[in-house]
């Protein structure tokens, strides 16, 4: 097996299970398939996993390292936003809901990616490499949002919570009795969520 599998705390793991999604974040792996960074390049992208027939070898030499997600919600939580070649579409989607739900940074259509993804750097990797994780209100979080309770992750959806695992969720809690917890999902794909985009997710 090998390290591709990523977390909804953006962590890169061994798993048998397969994902649904393809992710890329640059040459992050060595001639023997082993992860040594975490990342190479700010363009952290989720990608269809089946693109005009192209088939592509896992980890070759100097090639960006091939990522997993088990869904669309778990690539946003790590950090991951639409490829824009072959989701085009759900690119176009995901910077218009961008937009709308951030409006402080007063980006526009025409304003390059690159903008977005290096505000994106900023919420997802701490100074110290480690993952940035935020507390708000657990009620006022949108559908698609990761949070930590009992030191684990689960996806909130329609005022349940699902444990998440390499192979799927289990079976929804309700809400706990808490007034805040941590996020993982980066504060303005939170606010992109609120403003209407809704992430595929594996429920």
């Known amino acids: 097996m090998l390290q591709n ?12 299970e397969r994902g649904a999604w393809l992710g890329n974040r640059g040459v992050i792996h060595n001639a023997d398939k082993e992860i040594v960074r975490p990342f190479k390049i700010k363009a952290w992208i989720t990608c269809m996993l089946e693109f005009r027939g192209r088939h592509r070898e896992i980890m070759q030499p100097d090639r960006w390292t091939e990522l997993f997600f088990l869904d669309e919600a778990t690539a946003f939580s790590a950090g991951h936003r639409p490829c824009f070649q072959c989701r085009y579409k759900d690119h176009q989607r995901f910077k218009e809901f961008w937009l709308k739900g951030n409006p402080q940074y007063s980006f526009d259509m025409k304003t ?18 480690s ?11 949108p559908n698609g ?20 695992s390499p192979a799927g969720y289990e079976r929804g809690i309700a809400l706990p009795d808490v007034d805040m917890l941590p996020v ?3 504060r303005s794909f939170v606010n992109m969520f609120r403003a209407g985009y809704v992430p595929q997710m594996g429920i």
């Open 5 to 16: 599998r990523v977390t909804p705390f953006g962590q890169l793991i061994k798993t048998p």
């Open 184 to 186: 993982l999902t980066p």
């Open 112 to 129: 390059p990616v690159s903008r977005i993804d290096a505000i994106l750097q900023t919420e997802r990797i701490a100074a110290d490499r």
């Open 145 to 164: 949002t990761f949070v930590v309770y009992n030191d684990q992750p689960y996806l909130l959806k329609d005022d349940r919570l699902y444990l998440w």
């Open 131 to 141: 993952k940035v994780a935020y507390e708000e209100k657990l009620s006022a979080l």
